[in-house]
């Protein structure tokens, strides 16, 4: 098995907000590389998906030695969601590998929810649902399943998902996401009505109905279009849209970095 670096983008960044991804930072005439890289390879092997290894050589990727300030190595770092939450320098033995990455483990609710997450990304709504409605029998007030169910329901339940929403209290840590996901339930649920005839109504109307189908991309190729060509169309609407899908998904997001400075360029001009 391979774990040298091919895309960071998505063998790391990406692929972190599903499940914690180590990376090795190392070179062939480092010494300590030899040793370290066996040990986290054979680790990997042993982790049953529970974390990934990504192995970069610093000689053939010096871009991604310096964005992450390398300065010696074997350089080891754990990234989950798109970032850096934990690393070590030098070799380190099994055990003392073992320890640091325990402390990073999700707890079983955490990994059902990564679990619901990867299924609605998948397109696996149902198998989502599933899993969601059963955490929230465990715990009736987890905040995180209550949120990625509301998700789902965008698409079949409008009323059902702004209730659901409401539930989340607003010392949560999901409360933001729960604003910005109300959001865009309410524009999904207002659809056109009341919005004078307009060349930009019909590029607003799929935006809005890519709500539904929770197709990030299309809703703000959508919103950055209409504001880009006019910023206060339905009252700011499409901009509030717009605004609501980068709070939601973090500007972080593949599908939001790719519209955010369009997008921010086009509200701020």
């Known amino acids: 098995m391979s774990y040298e670096v091919t895309d960071f983008e998505n063998q790391v960044l ?35 998906g529970k974390w990934e290894l990504v192995k970069v050589n610093t000689e053939e990727q010096p871009g991604l030695a310096t964005a992450y300030s390398i300065s ?5 770092k754990l990234f989950r969601d798109g970032q850096v939450v934990d690393e070590f320098v030098g070799f380190q033995p099994e055990s003392e590998i073992q320890r640091w990455l325990e402390r990073h483990q999700p707890s ?23 899993i969601l409605k059963e955490a929230l029998e465990v715990d009736s007030n987890a905040a995180g399943a209550k949120l990625l169910l509301a998700e789902i329901l965008l698409g079949d339940d409008l ?13 949560a840590d999901e409360r933001p996401h729960a604003d910005a996901l109300s ?14 005839e307009d060349p930009l109504k019909s590029r607003y109307a799929e935006g809005i ?7 990030w991309e299309s809703a703000l190729s959508a919103f950055t279009e209409i504001v880009e060509r006019q910023r206060r169309f339905a009252n700011g609407a499409a901009a509030d849209g717009g605004k609501a899908i980068f709070r939601y998904l ?5 599908i939001a970095d ?3 400075r369009r997008f921010s360029g086009a509200l701020n001009s």
């Open 14 to 48: 990406a692929r972190s907000r599903n499940v914690p991804v180590v990376v090795d930072f190392w070179a062939p005439w480092c010494g300590p590389c030899k040793m370290l890289g066996p040990v986290l390879e054979s680790m990997a092997q042993r982790a049953e």
């Open 72 to 76: 010696s190595i074997p350089a080891v």
């Open 108 to 130: 079983p609710a955490l990994v059902q929810l990564e679990r619901a997450a990867e299924l609605i990304d998948n397109g696996d709504l149902e198998g989502a649902r599933s």
């Open 159 to 171: 009323p059902q998902a702004l209730d659901l929403l409401q539930t989340i209290p607003p010392e």
């Open 183 to 196: 959001l865009l339930a309410r524009l999904a649920q207002a659809g056109v009505e009341g919005i004078p």
């Open 209 to 215: 109905a890519a709500i539904g189908k929770r197709d």
């Open 250 to 254: 973090g500007i972080r997001h593949p």
């Open 258 to 260: 790719q519209f955010y």
